[in-house]
C-alpha cells in the first residue's frame, strides 16, 4: 500500500481519489476550501452538466486543444463508465438536448455528495482549509514533502489536481502551475476560456439582455474564418456572450496561440459576423424586405422593421442602415435595400478582448501535455507525479466535455501505475 496526496478536491481530484483507493493505496485530499467541490457546485449553472453521453471519438471531437493527448484516458475510462459509476454510487441521471448529462434532481450538491460519500466509504482523508505552500521531494527517500503551514505531509505519490484559474473565487487560484514549475515543468500562456468577448461598439450596451435564437455567427481572425455555427447568443453590458459565443472563445484562443508561434506574427483583428436571417438567403431577404415595405409604404422606414426584428433592435438597425429614418418605406431606394439585406445578413461586432479569469468557465493553456504521460498522467520529469484535470494544457468545448475530461484524467491519474 502505497500513500498518495492528491492537491484539490475538484472533478478530477474526487475523481482521483475513487480511482486511487480503489487500487489499493492509503489517500489523502489536501484542499484550500471548507468543502469538496466548490466549482463543480456552479458549473451548469448549479445543475452540474456531468458529462456528454457519447463515445470517445466524439468527446476527442469536441476537444479544442490537444485532443490527441487524451485518446488513452478518454479509452479507459469514457463517460458511458462514468454515468454506470454514479448511477451504481446511487445518482440518477438524465441526459438532455445535445447528449448533456444532469443528475436527475438537477442540482450540483448532489454529484458531489455522491462523490464524497464513495469517497468516504473507500477510506479517503480529506484535510479541508489547507493551503499547500510548497512542496519538494526527498530523493534519497523518494518521498513527496507537502507543507501547508502549520501541517506537513509526506507521501510516496502526488497527484497535482488543483484547477486553472478561472473562477478563483472557488479556489482556482493557479497554485499548480507553480508546484509543477518547482519539479521542472513548462507552463503555457493562459487565457481565459469559454467565456464573452469585450467589443469595441457601443451599442451592445443598450440591447443588454437581448437573446438571439436560431442566428449564425461567424469567427473571423485576421481576415481567416475560424469558426461558423448556428445557436443563440446574448448582448451584455460588455459586448456579447452566450453558447454561441463561448464556444468562439475557444477557437479564438485555439488561433490566437497557433498565430503567435508564427515568425511574422504582427497581431490580432478579430471579429464576429452575425446572420441574423441563416434561414433566407440574401436575394430572399431581399424580397422580404421588399414586401414589407410594400405592406407599410406609408410607415416610417425607422417603423417598418417589426417583422424582421426584436423591438429592441430595431433602432440600433436604422442607425446601422444610414436610410434616414423618417423616409416613407416606399421612397426606401433598392440600392438601400440591397445593402439593408447585407447589413442582416452581415452583422459585424469587432473584438477588443476576451472577458477576464474571473467570468470564464475554463482556462486555456497549462502545464505542457509534451510533459506528461498520456496513458498514466505521470510527469516525465518527476517520477511519482501524476497531473490531472484543468491544470493541464486541455480544453473542449461546453456541453460537459470538460468535466469529462477531469473525470478521466484524474481516474488514470489515481491508479499510480
Known amino acids: 500500500m502505497k500513500e498518495v496526496i492528491i492537491i484539490g478536491a475538484g472533478a478530477s481530484g474526487l475523481m482521483a481519489a475513487i480511482s486511487s483507493a480503489k487500487s489499493g493505496h492509503k489517500v489523502t485530499v489536501l484542499e484550500k476550501n471548507e468543502k469538496a467541490g466548490k466549482k463543480i457546485f456552479i458549473t451548469g449553472k448549479g445543475r452540474c452538466n456531468i458529462t456528454n453521453a457519447t463515445d470517445a471519438p466524439n468527446l476527442i471531437a469536441n476537444t479544442i486543444n490537444n485532443p490527441k493527448f487524451l485518446y ?11 454515468m454506470d459509476f454514479l448511477e451504481e454510487s446511487g445518482l440518477r441521471i438524465v441526459t438532455e438536448r445535445g447528449n448533456r448529462v444532469f443528475p436527475a434532481s438537477m442540482h450540483s450538491s448532489d454529484v458531489i455528495r455522491t462523490l464524497k460519500g464513495v469517497c468516504d466509504d473507500l477510506g479517503v482523508k480529506f484535510h479541508f482549509n489547507t493551503q499547500v505552500k510548497n ?12 507543507n501547508a503551514g502549520k501541517d506537513e505531509f509526506t507521501s510516496d505519490y502526488l497527484i497535482l489536481c488543483t484547477g486553472g484559474k478561472s473562477y478563483p473565487s472557488t479556489g482556482s487560484t493557479g497554485d499548480g502551475y507553480k508546484f509543477a514549475e518547482s519539479f521542472g515543468h513548462t507552463v503555457t500562456e493562459l487565457s481565459p476560456g469559454l467565456t464573452g468577448f469585450n467589443v469595441k461598439e457601443e451599442y451592445p450596451k443598450d440591447l443588454m439582455g437581448l437573446a438571439l435564437k436560431n442566428v449564425t455567427l461567424e469567427l473571423n481572425i485576421n481576415g481567416k474564418k475560424c469558426m461558423k455555427e448556428m445557436g443563440e447568443m446574448l448582448f451584455t453590458h460588455f459586448g456579447i456572450s452566450g453558447p454561441l459565443v463561448l464556444t468562439a472563445s475557444e477557437y479564438y484562443n485555439l ?42 409604404k406609408d410607415t416610417f422606414f425607422k417603423n417598418s422593421l417589426r417583422k424582421l ?8 438597425m436604422v442607425k446601422l442602415s444610414g436610410i434616414k429614418p423618417d423616409k416613407k418605406a416606399r421612397e426606401v431606394s433598392k440600392k438601400e435595400i440591397s445593402e439593408l439585406a447585407h447589413l442582416f445578413k452581415n452583422l459585424e461586432l469587432n473584438i477588443s478582448s476576451l472577458r477576464a479569469f474571473e467570468e470564464a468557465i475554463i482556462t486555456c493553456g497549462g502545464i505542457n501535455v509534451k510533459e506528461i504521460n498520456p496513458k498514466t498522467m505521470e510527469s516525465k520529469l518527476c517520477p511519482g507525479l501524476y497531473i490531472a484535470g484543468e491544470v493541464m494544457d486541455v480544453d473542449a468545448l461546453t456541453g460537459g466535455f470538460n468535466l469529462q475530461i477531469a473525470w478521466s484524467t484524474g481516474y488514470v491519474a489515481g491508479k499510480c501505475e
Open 255 to 296: 488561433h490566437v496561440r497557433r498565430l503567435k508561434k508564427k515568425k511574422n506574427f504582427k497581431g490580432i483583428e478579430a471579429k464576429v459576423i452575425i446572420d441574423l436571417k441563416p434561414a433566407l438567403s440574401e436575394d430572399e431577404l431581399i424580397s422580404r424586405i421588399e414586401r414589407d415595405f410594400d405592406a407599410f
Open 135 to 146: 512542496i519538494t521531494k526527498n530523493e534519497s527517500q523518494d518521498k513527496f514533502i507537502i
Open 309 to 316: 426584428l426584436p423591438k429592441s433592435m430595431e433602432e440600433i
Open 72 to 82: 488513452s484516458a478518454f479509452n479507459e475510462f469514457d463517460s458511458f463508465k462514468m
